[in-house]
């Protein structure tokens, strides 16, 4: 739970973490169920998903598939192009419904991986993509499937606050995607290059290691040139965490609560050793608590937990606390790109406004016409009607 991710300044939460580590340790591993139906992974996208961006063969979800095929996993893709969570939402429920309950009504095990958001935002309707998301991840829910939320467009934290609220697991776009979004945020819909997909693919069999209780780091075929790898990063002298997460870390929601990352150890306040943790993907990070992605300069955890850097002033640590690092990242940079994503997108509304009011004016000019025309005809008929009737008038006086 997120409680056991926050670590508190006293001693008794030290010890209780302590006791729950101890507990998971001598706890039996989950019994495998003997059966034959299947295990199934089921990709809900759309154009990343269908490989957009990468050579066939070389998306996400077809190197994702190449490592679950030797593991008995099944992975059903039901992406398609353009697709947005408004429309999964409004036009497909229904159907994904019934697809979901047949599904389930086979297999021992479904994930579903939710990665929409792409073309909800190129259309400008991120208003009401937070809605029709939470309603999409719920239908899935409800027929009893595990959901996890992809972040494909590093732009906002809708996806993080909807796995939040609905309890799914949230995975945060990787760190060269958001990389790659910040050289030009105008561009949407967001393409990413092959680097990103491989990436994604790391990102996801990590998580589904951990939902569906696989064992794919260190395997053959995790380990096979023509799969991805789920790469450890090794920093000399610095353990598996690596210098970048040395530090005092705090709770963003409740800053008192206060860590100490060493290499690849985090302390309590005390300096009494929590838990260690080890590097299974880039910037992935899993522990007995859980598992954490760093993504700008933050670890998110599985949960929906954040932790941040302790600002200076903060309660003292026994540990001695490393000089701040500087960061690489030109905030100046990208909000000079953010500022002109909002001009641009500005400039957009302004031009379809202006279209539309040409639209309306030649519309109103159409009917005028048409109008004129219909005017022209009574006209007609009166006088023609009148010339009628002074012909009867004549032929009855006669």
């Not at 086979?106 to 991986?113: G, I, K, L, M, S």
């Not at 939040?164 to 910040?182: C, D, I, N, W």
């Not at 150890?265 to 992935?284: M, W």
Request: aromatic share 4%; net charge negative; with cysteine.
């Amino acid at each position: 739970s997120r409680q056991t991710r926050r670590l508190s300044a006293a001693p008794v939460r030290a010890r209780a973490l302590h006791h729950r580590l101890a507990v998971r340790r001598s706890a039996p591993s989950r019994p495998r169920v003997a059966m034959a139906a299947p295990r199934v992974v089921v990709i809900l996208g759309d154009d990343i998903a269908l490989g957009q961006g990468c050579a066939p063969g070389d998306s996400y979800v077809e190197l994702v598939e190449r490592v679950l095929s030797h593991h008995g996993v099944e992975l059903h893709n039901w992406s398609r192009q353009e697709l947005s969570a408004v429309a999964v939402a409004s036009e497909m429920q229904d159907e994904l419904q019934a697809q979901m309950r047949g599904l389930i009504s086979q297999a021992f095990e479904v994930v579903v991986v939710v990665a929409l958001g792409n073309q909800d935002r190129f259309l400008q309707m991120a208003e009401v993509y937070d809605s029709y998301l939470e309603a999409t991840v719920r239908m899935f829910q409800n027929e009893n499937a595990k959901v996890m939320v992809m972040q494909t467009v590093p732009v906002d934290d809708i996806e993080h606050s909807i796995a939040k609220m609905t309890g799914a697991r949230y995975l945060p776009a990787p760190k060269s995607a958001v990389e790659q979004f910040g050289h030009d945020p105008t561009l949407l819909p967001f393409v990413p290059h092959p680097p990103v997909h491989r990436d994604i693919a790391n990102l996801i069999l990590h998580a589904l290691e951990q939902e569906m209780d696989l064992h794919l780091t260190g395997s053959a075929a995790a380990s096979s040139e023509e799969q991805p790898r789920l790469r450890r990063k090794k920093h000399s002298g610095h353990g598996e965490g690596g210098p970048h997460l040395d530090g005092v870390w705090k709770s963003q929601e409740n800053p008192t609560m206060l860590a100490m990352i060493q290499g690849d150890t985090i302390l309590s306040p005390e300096g009494d050793v929590i838990t260690r943790f080890r590097n299974t993907a880039p910037d992935t990070y899993t522990t007995e608590l859980g598992d954490a992605q760093f993504v700008d300069g933050r670890l998110i955890w599985s949960d929906g937990d954040i932790w941040v850097r302790a600002d200076e002033g903060g309660p003292e640590l026994k540990l001695q606390k490393p000089p701040e690092r500087k960061k690489k990242g030109d905030l100046k940079a990208l909000k000079k790109a953010w500022d002109a994503a909002e001009e641009a997108v500005n400039r957009t509304r302004v031009e379809e406004h202006k279209r539309e009011l040409h639209e309306e004016r030649e519309l109103l000019v159409h009917e005028r016409h048409r109008l004129e025309q219909r005017r022209r005809a009574y006209e007609e008929g009166r006088r023609h009607q009148h010339e009628e009737t002074e012909k009867l008038s004549a032929l009855r006086a006669g």
